[in-house]
């Protein structure tokens, strides 16, 4: 009797959103509704447009409207380098810095084996055979320096290194337990210029 | 060059939640997108239908998918005492105490000078013409005992004893500084039997 079904299934839905629980999710609704109707129906569009029109990059495996995203299908970058993140933040971080102008692969999250997340999930096939496409001499692995990221990079080495493609990783300039996304630019040129072999 | 627009769009519409920054307001884009996109069309669909579906009722002026709410609609209900709150979910708490079995005005905020937020802003003349529909014989003052809620309480306890009407206030079993959302029922419904009047 007291919530309409139509602000009942709202408030349920906003609750999809990372980190917003039931009474922050009845709050939003609420201020929606009463006080911005025009955000709101911005937010509604503007998400059933970016879930038809974003795709992942069949190259770089990044976000994009098209097959190929345009900083795959650039000229200007050196294709022998091939700098694998776990984010498209990450991504953009490291272009933020203009110490690197070689492509890139998003892995789109990290081995978690906690929550699931193998390499299977994480489609590290896919990486697999970008890496291996001839025309890359070196893979920079630029995964985060936490546990996870550290173990991603770890795995990652193994399965290239097993083919025979070069493989080296930023310097740990990046802080140790420290998220790329929060580390300012100079630091992470320095990690980037610094970057070594990995070894067995 | 980096970020797609429509997923830009996306994550400058996500920014209408309160209290979501830009920063947040991304990372919900990406995780919306890689990993929850049954969770965003859901999101979407029910953002789009509650903005078709809900307006607010003619009697209280809360949240309802009618002209008329199904509370105010009750025949079960005494029409004789109507019992002012700040918002819907104050309302729902006031329900669980099970100590009131009148009507309900719902304000749909509270003044708010520094937000420019007055008695206009507020309609409050839609409460008083509530009010003096006849039926009412007592007006309970339920916004919360906040600065901004008693001097809410205040000016429309003025403006109904200005009409000869009863107004009463809950009693302060309510902390100070206290908002009704987070008070227990128990305390709630002493503050709701031990209601007294408003005196000039
Ligand atoms: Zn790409
Ligand atoms: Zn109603």
Tied chains: 1, 2.
Aim: hydrophobic share 35%.
């Amino acid at each position: 009797m007291s919530t309409p079904s139509s602000l009942e299934e709202l408030i349920e839905a906003l609750r999809c959103l990372p980190g917003i629980g039931p009474k922050s999710a009845q709050r939003m609704a609420y201020h929606l509704l009463q006080r911005d109707r025009k955000g709101a129906r911005r937010l509604a569009d503007g998400m059933s447009h970016a879930l038809e029109a974003i795709r992942h990059c069949s190259r770089c495996n990044t976000f994009t409207e098209s097959d190929v995203c345009e900083r795959c299908a650039s000229t200007k970058r050196d294709a022998s380098l091939l700098c694998v993140v776990e984010t498209p933040v990450d991504m953009n971080m490291m272009e933020q810095t203009q110490a690197y102008n070689g492509l890139y692969y998003v892995i789109m999250g990290r081995l978690s084996p906690l929550d699931g997340v193998g390499p299977r999930e994480l489609q590290l096939d896919r990486l697999l055979a970008r890496a291996c496409d001839g025309e890359v001499q070196e893979v920079i692995l630029a995964t985060n320096y936490t546990n996870e990221g550290e173990a991603t990079a770890h795995y990652v080495s193994e399965l290239l290194r097993s083919r025979g493609i070069k493989v080296t990783r930023i310097a740990r300039g990046v802080p140790v337990g420290g998220e790329l996304e929060y580390v300012d630019a100079g630091t992470l040129a320095q990690a980037m210029r610094e970057r070594k072999n990995v070894e067995a």
